[in-house]
């Protein structure tokens, strides 16, 4: 069975740090991207960038080019999303999903979601 | 980027009646398209890819259809299980992009 695990709620201060994790199980994980996509409060789908565990080669949307750092350890298969300096604007549900890396493909399976809440 | 705009923003429907959602692409994203359902508290879920393929486990009362930069989802019957958020996404390119989404609500 094809599952995506993600890491627990956290709930950090404007300007701390943060790394948060999506442990692939059930398939091969380097044949799979692995995608980010932020939901706010209330919104719609955001996606942020994606990595190949591959070879750790990233892509990332001009939205949050800059902002976050994906990354991925493929020994684990486990992809990360980190912040190193985390605002209150963070402050979102953030999916991982994975994407058959040959050709044009849609998210067939999605992680539970991370709850992030940055307060001061 | 490819801007995807979806009509209605709610749609209210009876249970039992046909629904259909709309998706425009601001350029043409060919066939790759997919619609995803998400229920309130739960990820989003893969419906449908390939803009009319449905994806497995699927119920045959969900279909989609169009090409290029017109798309639509329908639902022939609505079920109680159905009323949820709707969102399409074209992944055409790298540079994957969401709809904002419609709201499916009981009338």
């Known amino acids: 069975e094809v599952q995506l695990v993600q890491s627990g709620a956290e709930v950090k201060k404007p300007g701390e740090s943060l790394r948060i994790s999506c442990k692939g199980s059930?398939?091969?994980?380097?044949?799979?991207?692995i995608s980010w996509v932020r939901q706010m409060p209330g919104k719609g789908l955001e996606w942020m960038g994606r990595?190949?565990?591959?070879?750790?080669?990233?892509n990332y949307s001009p939205s949050f080019q800059g902002h976050v750092t994906i990354s991925a350890d493929k020994s684990i298969s486990t992809a990360y999303l980190q912040w190193s300096s985390l605002k209150a604007s963070d402050t979102a549900m953030y999916y991982c999903?994975?994407?058959?890396?040959?050709?044009?493909?849609?998210?067939?399976?999605w992680g539970q979601g991370t709850l992030v809440t940055v307060s001061s | 980027e490819i801007v995807m705009t979806q009509s209605p923003a709610t749609l209210s429907v009876s249970p039992g009646e046909r629904a259909t959602l709309s998706c425009r692409a601001s350029?043409?994203?060919?066939?790759?398209l997919a619609w995803y359902q998400q229920k309130p508290g739960q990820a989003p879920r893969l419906l449908i890819y390939?803009?009319?393929t449905r994806a497995t486990g699927i119920p045959a009362r969900f279909s989609g259809s169009g090409s290029g930069t017109e798309f639509t989802l329908t639902i022939s019957s609505l079920q109680s299980e159905d009323f949820a958020v709707y969102y399409c996404q074209q992944y055409n390119n790298w540079l994957v992009t969401f709809g904002q989404g419609t709201k499916l609500e009981i009338k």
């Open positions: 390939g803009a009319s």
């Open positions: 350029q043409s994203v060919s066939s790759n």
């Open positions: 059930g398939y091969s994980f380097t044949s799979y991207w």
């Open positions: 999903a994975r994407v058959d890396s040959y050709g044009s493909k849609p998210f067939d399976y």
């Open positions: 990595i190949d565990p591959s070879d750790s080669y990233t």
